[in-house]
């Protein structure tokens, strides 16, 4: 008689990768032709982390301050789990530049990167039967968190012939007794868009209408190369009350580094009093922590990294956004709404019409990686169906990004839809 087994695994585990971008992009991956002599180099423009790239590498001040942390003996203990107090304290300042007011330490919270400062909010406001509203085209590892929460998870559209602003009334009408917050990411991903202050504005008051809190995801902040500067949702905190989300990973390029962090923007203590606060210092408490001696680096890689670096990062994303937009607008089955002007994304939609033998998003991605070997993200992935996300944080010179997007244009030719 067969031995009977009690355990099994999670259904929501294992549905979970298909609402991961890594996910997708390694099953993408799996389709690359590796079986002739002479394989193509594979261009990656479809991932969010540039690092690999030396025209993207970190600044040599970063890299000190984690060898001397690390070398100063002092970090190598468990951390509070809130975060050493020296991190946190340097990232209040940091963030409070920014702001009409100044945020203390106490307001901030450090997480293994951005994607736990995600789980760790998602978490805490899931209470019985609550609902978040989601932006689409979005970043879906806050539905795959949310429905592991058992949240339910509502999209308000994003308005691609509007710069990507939120559609306000359609937000509205999404929400009701047990919505709980929304979700904003600015700069966006995956869309490339800078949200103004005065739309911001709106957002806020809208929020504070519904009653609900506004989590703010600003891992790209200060990641703008266009007309609209970086505001951040905190500025608007007298309105409604804002959680932000944050990281070193992208404006310093280090995603490996897994330092991240929660901000709570609370003027009038309304998260204080529903005892939000109380219950992310209580996740903390059962959850893991940064490295400790990433933590002790905090306030020496923030101090000494060279304003030059910053400006730097920001001419190499203008040019390779620029070198993007240009060579989209030669591709006749696509469409790109409006040019990027923040992040390393840029959302461009796919007229099927014009191809012969591609059923959609997911099949264009996957026969482009077989014959190219270019790597691009399809928009069902963020919510978008029969669009694609593209990176243009790669390489220039040598130009990467210049002979992946003429694959891609080579690669729409061959299967344009013949006419008769």
Known sequence: MEQKWNFKPSSTLLDASSLSVRGVLTRIMGHIDTDTNNPKPVI???????????????????????????????????????GVASARETIAEYMSQDLPYTLLPDDIYLTNGCS????????????????????????LFYEARAVF????????????????????????????????????????????????????????ETAKKLGICVIADEVYGHLTFGSNKFVPMGVFSSTVPVITLGSISKRWVVPGWRLGWIATHDSN???????????????????????TFIQGAI?????????????????????????????????????????PEGSMFVMVSLDLSQLGDIKDDVDFCCKLAKEESV???????????????????????PSSLED????????CKRHAKQLN
């Open 44 to 82: 990656p423009l479809g991932h969010g982390d540039p690092s690999a790239f030396p025209c993207f590498s970190t600044t040599p001040s970063a890299v000190d301050a984690v060898a001397n942390a690390l070398r100063s003996g002092k970090f190598n203990s468990y951390a509070p789990c809130v």
């Open 116 to 139: 736990q400062a995600i789980e760790i909010i998602t978490s805490v406001l899931a209470r019985s039967g609550a609902n978040i509203l989601l932006p689409k085209p979005g970043y």
């Open 149 to 204: 929460n058992g949240v339910e998870t509502r999209y308000f559209d994003l308005v691609p012939e509007k710069g990507w602003e939120v559609d306000l009334d359609g937000l509205a009408a999404l929400s009701d007794e047990n919505t709980v917050a929304m979700v904003i990411v600015n700069p966006g991903n995956p869309c490339g868009n800078v949200f103004s202050y005065e739309h911001l504005a709106k957002v806020a």
């Open 269 to 291: 203590d309304i998260l204080k009093r529903a005892k939000v606060v109380d219950s992310i210092k209580n996740y903390l408490d059962i959850s893991t922590d940064p490295a």
């Open 299 to 339: 306030p020496d890689l923030i101090a000494n990294t060279n304003k030059d670096f910053f400006l730097e990062t920001l001419e190499t994303l203008k040019k390779t956004a620029d070198i993007c937009y240009n060579k989209l607008k030669e591709i006749k089955c696509i469409t790109c709404p409006s040019k």
């Open 375 to 397: 790597i691009i993200l399809p928009g069902c992935t963020v919510g978008f169906k029969n669009w694609l996300r593209i990176t243009h944080a790669i390489e220039a010179e």
């Open 404 to 411: 992946g997007l003429d694959k891609l244009k080579s690669f």
